[in-house]
Structures are given as structure tokens and as C-alpha cells.
């Protein structure tokens, strides 16, 4: 299985200040079809998760373009640009390429 | 609207069996894989198991696998996931998703005597 570690697991940020999530697998996430299915999930206090990033740095419909992905391979990295306070929540990465599917821990962004 | 929509959660003695159904809205839904994904109170997320759009492909997690069925009734744009032999740590609340781009907002099964 492909293990998915997140860093940091806490990140207190100041509002208007960046923020960044570092995640790293443990194989290469692509695909014999040349796509990297990496993508990046928002869990608000309370709610299912939410899409934001998909194929590494596409954000998803809706998504502001304050979030932002990159990466390859096997390390990848979401940016918030300026944190609002509706960014509080956990944020998952997630790996598509290879059954079974699997998930970081989860980095928890919180205001300082 | 596009929307999925979860039910047949509940509480159940471990050994017991349930089934989820999960009612898919404003998209074309014999097009998308489906998966259950679950989330153990206070914990993170973790994947159950994937179908493709026909439904001839099925995935599962080691820990289900054996136990959990999932299925699909493209004729009703609904998923669903039998579970049987249900153990305690199979409690959860389940979400189904079409991929990762959407999410429903989950059904709460809970295994305890």
C-alpha cells in the first residue's frame, strides 16, 4: 500500500499570513497512464471533505486561487496564500493512482 | 443540483449486517466511479471501497474485504454497500463520493452491544 505522511500535522497561522502542507508518499503516484492522481481534500469542523486540488495543482471548480498544489513524484505541497478564517479545518492529501486508495493523517490549520 | 445523498446508517450489534444506500443527483451517474470512504469519530479519513461506473469493477479495502459488498442500480442512480459481520471498528460515518470531486454528507453506523 502506498503510505501518505503529512507535515506538519498543526499548523497555527496568523489571518492574512501563508500557509503550507507538505506531503510525501511512499512511491512514485504516477500513473501508467502519464497522470499523477494526487490530490488535496478540505474538512471544515463538521462537515464532509471537500475537493480542492486534483492531478497535483488543478484547482477544482468553486476553489479560490488563494489554494494552490505542486509537486511530483513522490512530494507534493498545498499553499494557502493569505489564510481566512474559513480555512480553518483539516486538510487531507490523497493518492488515486494505486488500490487501495489512501489518505494522509491530516494537517489541522487553525488561527493563532 | 448535483448531490449525493447517504442513508441507511443506524445502530447494530457487532455481527450484525446494514445497508447503505447512497441517492446520486443532477449528473450522469452511470459515467463516475463511486466509492465509500469512512471517518472513525475523531480520526481521519479511509477508504472503503470503489465501483466503476458499470459496476463490473469492484475494489476493497483489506479490512472489509470479504465482509463488505459495494453495488450500484444505474437505473435509479443509487450506490450502495451491504455490510455484513460488522465489528466495532467498522463504526464510523460513511461518506460517499463520486471520485474525490464530491461528497455526500454521510451516514452515521455505529457497532455496539
Redesign the interface.
Known amino acids: 500500500d502506498i503510505v501518505m505522511t503529512q507535515t506538519p500535522l498543526s499548523s497555527p497561522v496568523t489571518l492574512g499570513q501563508p500557509a503550507s502542507i507538505s506531503c510525501r508518499s511512499s512511491q512514485s503516484l504516477v500513473h501508467s497512464d502519464g497522470n499523477t492522481y494526487l ?1 488535496w ?1 478540505q ?1 471544515r469542523p463538521g462537515q ?4 480542492l486540488i ?1 492531478k497535483i495543482s488543478n484547482r ?1 471548480s468553486g476553489v479560490p486561487d488563494r489554494f494552490s498544489g505542486s509537486g511530483a513524484g513522490t512530494d507534493f505541497t498545498l499553499k494557502i496564500s493569505r489564510v481566512e478564517a474559513e480555512d480553518v479545518g ?1 486538510y ?1 492529501c ?1 493518492q ?1 493512482t494505486q ?8 494537517t489541522k490549520v487553525e488561527i493563532k | 443540483e448535483v448531490q449525493l445523498l447517504e442513508s441507511g446508517g443506524g445502530l447494530v450489534q457487532p455481527g450484525g449486517s446494514l445497508r447503505l444506500s447512497c441517492a446520486a443527483s443532477g449528473f450522469t451517474f452511470s459515467r463516475y466511479v463511486m ?1 465509500w ?1 469512512r471517518q472513525a469519530p475523531g480520526k ?4 472503503v471501497s ?1 465501483i466503476s461506473g458499470s459496476g463490473r469493477s469492484t ?1 476493497y ?2 479490512s472489509v474485504k470479504g465482509r463488505f459488498t459495494i453495488s450500484r442500480d444505474n437505473s435509479k442512480n443509487t450506490l450502495y454497500l451491504q455490510m455484513n459481520s460488522l465489528r466495532v471498528e467498522d463504526t464510523a460515518v460513511y ?1 460517499c ?1 463520486e ?8 451516514t452515521l453506523v455505529t457497532v455496539s452491544s
Open positions: 490530490s481534500l474538512q464532509p471533505p471537500r475537493l486534483y477544482f483539516v487531507y490523497t488515486g488500490f487501495p486508495w489512501t489518505f494522509g493523517q491530516g | 466509492s470512504v481521519g479519513l479511509d477508504w470503489t475494489y479495502a483489506d461518506y463520493a471520485g474525490f470531486d464530491l461528497w455526500g454528507r454521510g
